[in-house]
């Protein structure tokens, strides 16, 4: 599957590489639901939709990782909402510790920065980029050569983020965002 291809399989918040699992009504009306700021629900989410749907990965996904990695857009930690940042991702060469705001990129806008976060679970799943699409995850040069095949949040525990529970953390937030309530 490439991004794009119209016979993508069917969502299910756990595929990466998928066809959308929801709307992007439902998703801003269960992050509300489940304690979203206005940030994440009416800007984060409408850029990580858009850069979902742009690199054939399914939006919950996006956007369940992102809750988990921004606290629904609260952040807290290292990263700002002026990082434009929707996953945590990191400089190509951070020097520490953790909680360094320097250590995480910096994007222009939410799209971008989407984007970028769209590009690295691409790069995790062993899928290319778009020819001529401009590579804007400075991390991917030490993803892509391993050739993962991720196909599911799940297997990104150990990888994405140092602990085996990372992936089931962001399959939990995806299903509890596909619920009807």
């Known amino acids: 599957m490439t991004p794009g291809d119209p016979d993508l399989p069917p969502g ?5 590489i998928a066809a959308p ?3 992007l009504e439902h998703l801003q009306r269960r992050a509300d639901e489940l304690g979203s700021t206005p940030l994440f629900t009416d800007e984060v989410i409408p850029a990580l939709y858009a850069a979902a749907l742009h690199y054939g990965i399914d939006p919950t996904v996006m956007v369940a990782q992102s809750a988990h990695e921004t606290g629904f857009a609260k952040f807290g930690r ?4 002026e990082h434009h940042n929707t996953c945590g991702l990191k400089v190509k060469r951070p020097v520490g510790p953790d909680d360094n705001p320097d250590d995480h990129m910096r994007f222009p806008d939410w799209l971008t920065g989407a984007k970028a976060h769209a590009q690295h679970l691409l790069a995790y ?3 290319p980029l778009p020819p001529g699409e401009p590579d804007l995850d400075p991390r991917a040069v ?10 599911r949040m799940r297997q990104l525990g150990g990888h994405w983020a140092p602990s085996p529970t990372y992936g089931n953390r962001v399959e939990d937030m995806a299903r ?3 619920e009807e309530v």
């Open 78 to 81: 290292a990263v700002t909402p």
């Open 125 to 127: 799943a062993s899928v």
């Open 12 to 16: 299910d918040g756990s595929l990466i």
């Open 142 to 151: 030490w993803v892509r050569p391993h050739d993962y095949g991720i196909t």
């Open 21 to 23: 699992s929801a709307t």
């Open 176 to 178: 509890r965002l596909l």
